[in-house]
């Protein structure tokens, strides 16, 4: 461990490198919390479903102290309790909805798990973010995990293998995957991280700025429809939006799914800026970079749990604020989408960046 983390470990719960058992998971397999960060940034980790657990982001502008930005809970009684807020977990194999829980690939009728309704989300109830994953490497600015998904998991064909490698800079968090199969298969990969730069309660007075001037428009179900000018829909956040006021608009794609959860189409192709969050008054913000085409911009519309999150407080509609990279929603069942199937010998990646700051 490097000076600048030895000097850093007593202001914080946990040493980056460091694990410790954080519970049991449904099975009653033991789970692992996991700890990489810098002077600047701590990050817990779970083997269980690659989570995102715990940000804590050094304030010098607060004497130092360490401000949780990441919605998650305390132990495994939580996200056992509360599997479908998806809190931080690495969702595969495919993020998102897809239409009617089936796709076709190559001529062949593929029928997947239905837990949204008649629709697929998230890869189904046994999505990545609820498997074990193997920890491959650990270091005290690094984590690397893998997982393999077998042919018809889910419903989905050909056996997929992958791994996710998370690390520390710094005060930015960067986060690597990589997919490859053995037989044609749809694939969309990202983090569900919750963000909440205040560390409790709305993130309402948060200013959300994203450079998409377009957007797939969606139903009350939240299957996209067509593409549309954000000015148009009432979703227009390319100038920064507070969000109290960009969930609430009074427009029908807002009032369709009670505030925003929409594919932002990001402009520009590669690893560049889809997102940047910051909560006036504080100094704190966050810069999201990513090189998958869309964004999925959650306000936690229905977000609600009885276990208490970290703080000792339990999460409530707007408490958080999910910025998904990823794959474009239902693109199996939308030829005019770009493609999301992954064949084999080639490897899927996806790169996502957090680069968090504070003021001086």
Do not use: K
């Amino acid at each position: 461990m490097n000076e600048a983390v030895e000097a850093s470990v007593d202001t914080r719960e946990e040493a980056p490198g460091s694990s410790r058992r954080f519970g049991t998971d449904a099975s009653g397999d033991p789970v692992t919390a996991l700890v990489i960060g810098s002077e600047a940034l701590a990050v817990t980790l779970l083997d269980r479903g690659a989570t995102v657990n715990r940000i804590r982001l050094r304030d010098r502008r607060a004497d130092d102290a360490w401000t949780d930005v990441a919605l998650g809970f305390a132990d495994m009684a939580g996200y056992l309790a509360h599997p479908d807020a998806f809190l931080g977990g690495l969702i595969g194999r495919f993020a998102n909805r897809i239409a009617g829980a089936a796709f076709d690939l190559e001529g062949q009728r593929y029928t997947l798990d239905a837990n949204n309704g008649n629709n697929t989300l998230h890869g189904g109830a046994a999505g990545f973010d609820r498997r074990h994953w193997q920890v491959t490497a650990h270091t005290p600015f690094t984590l690397e995990l893998a997982l393999t998904s077998p042919d018809g998991d889910g419903g989905f064909p050909g056996r997929l293998d992958v791994t996710a490698r998370y690390t520390v800079e710094g005060s930015t968090l960067d986060l690597a995957i990589e997919a490859v199969t053995d037989a044609p298969t749809p694939v969309s990969l990202t983090s569900h991280l919750y963000l909440n730069l205040a560390g409790h309660g709305s993130v309402d007075e948060h200013v959300l700025r994203v450079p998409a001037g377009r957007v797939l428009a969606v139903d009350a179900t939240s299957i996209p429809g067509d593409v549309v000018d954000v000015a148009d829909a009432g979703l227009d956040l390319r100038d920064g939006v507070d969000l109290g006021r960009a969930r609430r608009r009074p427009v029908p794609q807002v009032a369709a799914v009670g505030g925003i959860d929409h594919p932002y189409l990001p402009d520009g192709e590669g690893l560049r800026e889809i997102a940047d969050l910051s909560l006036p008054g504080t100094g704190r913000a966050v810069r999201l970079l990513a090189d998958q085409p869309s964004v999925q911009v959650y306000t936690g519309n229905v977000l609600a749990t009885g276990v208490p999150g970290h703080g000792g407080a339990l999460y409530r509609p707007g408490d958080g604020v999910a910025l998904e990279a990823q794959q474009c929603p239902d693109a199996p069942n939308r030829p005019d989408l770009p493609s999301t199937v992954l064949q084999p010998g080639q490897t899927r990646r996806v790169h996502i960046r957090w680069e968090f700051r504070t003021a001086d």
